[in-house]
């Protein structure tokens, strides 16, 4: 992972990322974005956090997320670089090409 994804993301580098993405909110409380994805049911929820967490692990890059039956809400923010990064729009991406992989 290069130095570029672990910069905080500013100005038009912030736009052009955040606009690749697809329902994703940027946090009025905090540097960070959030997304809500909901599941069939429990399992099908916790499938998924599995094999998002298999790829999280890769990256070293963890989510902070709730899962309710089949509801999971994810917030991504790099703590140590203080806010939005290119690896929580890296990591954003591959939780959403899960969700879409079934």
């Known amino acids: 992972m290069g130095k570029a994804t672990r910069e905080k993301l500013t100005g038009e580098k912030r736009s052009e990322a955040l606009a690749t993405l697809d329902g994703w909110e940027e946090r009025k409380d ?3 974005i959030s997304k809500t994805y909901l599941f069939e049911d429990f399992a099908a929820a916790f499938d998924w956090m599995a094999r998002v967490a298999t790829e999280a692990e890769k990256m070293n890059h963890h ?5 309710v039956w089949n509801r999971v809400e994810v917030t991504l923010s790099s703590h140590d670089a203080g806010g939005l990064t290119g690896r929580d ?3 954003a991406g591959r939780m959403d090409a899960l969700t879409e992989a079934g």
């Open 89 to 91: 729009i890296e990591l």
């Open 63 to 67: 989510p902070e997320w709730l899962n």
């Open 30 to 32: 905090r540097d960070a």
